[in-house]
């Protein structure tokens, strides 16, 4: 079966402990994504990867970091979180991206509290 | 960037046809339209996308006038399984801005 997948999907944590969300993929996509989403101010992206070790930042990279050494994975590291980054985090994929076109399939989303 | 407009909120009642308008004044020529649809606490699922005339597939139709400055995201028959929040996304190419949506409410 075609999917996205995340890891953890809940996770409660502490400010300045170092956590990291697993996203992989199993349909080759090149394209991979990461989005945060709040209430009021919908999806926002993150970061996003069009190949192994091709990473650009999106709308809100602050206190992030990505890595993209293999095709399938693409996880998202918070080296210092804070409580700000309270959030449902959505990890994406697509086999295309040029000019918006292809499908992005999401995954089912980690909700990450930062006490 | 192309920005897009779209009403926050629209009600319909189970079995009616639902329009859902979306403005993108600055499309870009090459981009494409496309719509997601999302259930609370789930990640957003792609509907339909397209880039000039009409689109349609088995759950909606995409409806892009010729100047492409706008697109109307067209639902048949809607159920209340269609209570969702629906997006649309115009080319931006990598970097993927979803704006606010639509937040579609059907009434039984």
């Known amino acids: 079966e075609a999917q996205v997948t995340q890891n953890p999907r809940y996770l409660i944590t502490v400010t300045g402990k170092k956590l990291t969300v697993t996203c992989s993929q199993n349909m080759n996509h090149e394209y991979m994504s990461w989005y945060r989403q709040d209430p009021g101010l919908g999806l926002r992206q993150i970061y996003y990867s069009m190949n192994v070790e091709v990473t650009d930042k999106g709308d809100v990279p602050e206190g992030y970091k990505v890595s993209r050494k293999e095709k399938r994975n693409f996880p998202l590291i918070l080296e210092s979180p804070s409580p700000n980054q309270t959030s449902l985090y959505f990890c994406a994929s697509s086999s295309t991206w040029a000019s918006g076109s292809g499908e992005q399939y999401f995954g089912p989303g980690t909700r990450l509290t930062v006490t | 960037l192309a920005k897009t407009t779209q009403p926050i909120s629209m009600d319909s009642y189970e079995g009616q046809e639902v329009n859902i308008t979306c403005s993108h004044n600055?499309?870009?020529?090459?981009?494409?339209i496309t719509w997601y649809q999302q259930f609370p606490s789930q990640g957003p699922r792609f509907i339909i996308q397209?880039?000039?005339t009409k689109v349609t597939n088995e759950v909606a139709s995409l409806f892009i006038p010729a100047d492409r400055k706008s697109s109307t995201l067209s639902l048949p028959r809607v159920s209340l399984s269609d209570t969702a929040v629906y997006y649309c996304?115009?080319?931006?190419?990598?970097?993927?801005?979803f704006g606010p949506g639509t937040r579609l409410s059907v009434l039984p």
């Open positions: 397209g880039y000039k």
């Open positions: 600055n499309i870009a020529t090459n981009d494409y």
């Open positions: 996304l115009v080319g931006e190419g990598q970097n993927f801005v």
